[in-house]
């Protein structure tokens, strides 16, 4: 998924060797918090479609976050927002935590637009630029999306 310019378009390129320290970053973040960007597999076929969750806190946001990446043949059926909802739903039930963050850079229109149909608000004062990337790159703008925890049903 990393090789492929569609699904690479709003992220940094990553090489084969970032691709691989990333998951086993992953892992390790799984191992010491019990969640993370979980893999995501068809449950028909069984082949990796990409990845969702939550992850905890880190520079240069210090709210737990969800993300997702899928391969782009997964695209428009609807499956990053599934795998959204199970995320938040496990989040709200395992977390005590009043709200999930979510960025992507401005021009990734298809991932804020699903963090809109999820029910997140976009935040414009905490827009940033990411300081990972070069001031010259044209990915560093960021916005920063943010839900709360739905209140309790009444009884």
């Known amino acids: 998924m990393a090789c492929d310019p569609l699904v690479m ?3 940094p390129p990553l090489t084969r060797a970032e691709s691989d320290a990333a998951v086993e970053r992953m892992i390790a973040t799984e191992r010491e918090h019990g969640h993370v960007f ?3 597999d068809r449950k028909v076929e069984g082949d990796f479609i990409g990845f969702c969750g939550v992850l905890p806190p880190r ?21 990053a927002r599934e795998a959204a909802e199970a995320s938040f739903a496990w989040a709200w039930q395992n977390l005590p935590v009043p709200t999930i963050m979510a960025i992507t850079n401005l021009s990734n229109t298809r991932s804020w637009g699903l963090m809109e149909r999820l029910g997140m608000v976009r935040y414009p004062a905490e827009d940033f630029d ?8 044209p990915l560093k703008p960021h916005i920063l999306y943010r839900i709360h925890r739905p209140e309790p049903a009444a009884a």
């Open 38 to 40: 979980w893999a995501l």
């Open 130 to 137: 990411h300081p990972d990337l070069a001031d010259d790159d």
């Open 9 to 11: 378009a709003h992220l």
């Open 59 to 79: 520079a240069p946001i210090f709210e737990y976050e969800i993300g997702w990446r899928l391969a782009h043949h997964a695209w428009g059926l609807g499956l």
